[in-house]
């Protein structure tokens, strides 16, 4: 068993393999559509590998790749040929398979004889479930299985766990098949130009209650409507963004196509939707990386924040246990559903070590609050928010100092827990890692963040004391970490306060989000901005994540010199906050650059190779693909060149459009604003703005930092 403080990596699924995903479910194949359990393939339901094997062969010889098609996230034709035994090119015989997925994996296997003569097949495919946990898979470890004998029951293929401490099964139906062990075979006749096809269906079952009788039809069960309806509906709600550079148009496009397919539904709640971090090994909720994803995303869909807030809520900590590292009102880093991830936390799902999604709740929540939703965060939120401000208080800040830091509380935890997690990801500019407990710069700004928000989720309660004392709080914290972080002669804040509260001086990205979040002091914002835009950092496509000149600095790093799109995107928006709009444009134009040559679509990361000296963007060789934060970020940076800022608490919307020539004309409609849909138009430097409510009123300029429409420095709340 692998901990959580494993390498973010896996083994290669080989080239052109192919995922598809559903919810918490993927698949992972070959280009022919094979499953091999030496590679990190297979049907993965509830973070355990339910198929290990699935190997089609058409007269005992493999099936030769020709195209894999994937028409949704869910479901692709892998298109082949069967080899021929006498030896010559060209086969008859060709192969299409049909596959979907949901609750479990449907195919339609095609075998079309393409000759004048029939042709005697015959079709096996062979089936394994090593119940094998997602880490245990993602660490490469290829003896590992939990699984007895493949058994036929109520003329199924059935494949039981063993060793685990609850029961898993395979169930595979065929009808018409000869099952014997572990294989599936069909022989048959195909006439001259003709066809025949099978279907068959892998259903995963975790519920030891029922018998395989007892259940119903498995291909009833996965061969489903719903995740098509889902994504229709998806499509149909979602903004319409039309750009005059079709490019920058098809970027906008994937990404909202992307988020859709890594939305996660609760079957408790069904109204509930939450974003998935990434394909295919993050597919399960994440604290920060849903947090930022739906705050980016809120222009799409805000009640992806909603979603996102409630269900961390419910799992918000109860208590004190160092084996998950939860502590009371703090909130998770992840949920696993593994097999055998109840061995590794004591039992439980839901692992803690996270020092940045607690104050990021409070942040969304105001954020939420601010696009109109007070009422639902008044009204089931704010308990979880307070108790998330308490832990802020009590347990994030360690020594007392008013700085949130972290030490890992196991040996199988993190050991960094901000959002660069890798073991090297906090050091020095000569290169030396960082001892904890370590206090990280970008962390603060959340914390001033979510003291900003519920400064005005009180005023929103007609509580103009509690909102200024959260303002008084704001203040204090932002004074303290500008005089304690900023590292004067170098003209960058240090990324971290080590456990000898020294400044850990390497120049990093995480500065930018201190813009994003408003804790830095006017007086340094242009020498950070200069900083974040010099050759050292920019690459050309972003911002590194470590300058070239630190000691640690990889261009081809997780967190050491590669370039993050979300990184950049709140990077950008904090550039913007601070009036230094031809910077944030400049990021904005390179990342929608990179998604282009990257086919449409950001990457979770690459590498942070010059542009100069490589005209194309290095991919980064795991970086997951389609990723959650990564595809809302081109929708957070068309936000920020729109300054695009709703406040409903204040009755406005604050617009002030910054379109660069070479994305042209602008126009977005069905953008979801206070129970309506409006449109955006920019052209020949005019904005045009349709569908706004009577009881908001447009502002055409920027809006003033929050903490400025609330007054609440003064202690005077506005009425």
Known sequence: MTTWSGENTAGSAGEGAVTLLEGTSFCISFANGDMNPERPHGFFYRDTRFVSDWLLTINDRPVEPLEAIVFEPYNAVFIGRAERTDGLADSHLLVERRRSINL????????????????ACELQLTVGADFADLFEVKAGLKQVTHAQGAQLVADNLVVESEGLPMRARLIVAAEGAEIAGNRISYSMIIPPQGNWTAAITALPDMDSSLSVDELAQPRQQVHSSLPEERLMEWRRNAPLAQLQNQDFEKVLDQSQADLGSLRIFDPDHPGRVVVAAGSPWFMALFGRDSLLTSFMCLPLDPSLALGTLQTLAERQGTEVDPRSEEQPGKILHEVRFGASVGQLLGGDSAYYGSIDATPLFVTLAGELTRWGFWPEVQGSLMPAVDRALEWVTRYGDIDGDGFVEYVRATEKGLLNQGWKDSWDGVNFADGRLAAAPIAL????????????????????????????????????????????????????????????KRPVDSCASNMGHC????????????????????????????????ATDMGAYNPASYHNGSVW?????????????????????????GLFAAATAFGGRLPELFCGFDRRAYPMP?????????????????????????????????HGLWLAPQIPEEIGTVQVSNIPLAGARISVRVADGTTEVEGIPESIRLHRAPRKPLADLLDVYAGRPKP
């Open 104 to 119: 479990g994996i449907h195919e339609e296997v095609t075998v079309s004889n393409y000759s004048r003569e029939p042709a």
């Open 441 to 500: 710069c970008e962390v603060q700004g959340y914390v001033y963040s979510a003291y900003i928000s519920r400064a005005l989720m009180a005023q929103c309660a007609g509580e103009a004391g509690l909102a200024a004392e959260w303002g008084e709080r704001a203040a204090a914290l932002k004074k303290e970490f500008n005089e304690r972080f900023w590292l004067e002669d170098r003209g960058w804040f240090a990324i971290a306060l080590d456990q000898d």
């Open 515 to 546: 813009l994003w979040s408003g804790i830095v002091d006017n007086d340094k914002a242009e020498r950070v901005a200069k900083r974040l835009m010099s050759p050292e950092m920019f690459s050309g496509w972003g911002v590194r994540t470590l």
């Open 565 to 589: 799109p979300h990184d950049n995107a709140l990077i950008a928006a904090g550039l913007m906050r601070y009036g230094f709009m031809d910077e944030a444009l400049q990021i904005a134009g």
């Open 618 to 650: 290095v991919p980064y060789p795991t970086s997951c693909s389609p990723q959650a934060w990564a595809a809302a970020a081109p929708v957070h940076l068309m936000r920020v060149m729109l300054r695009f800022d709703p406040c409903m608490t204040h």
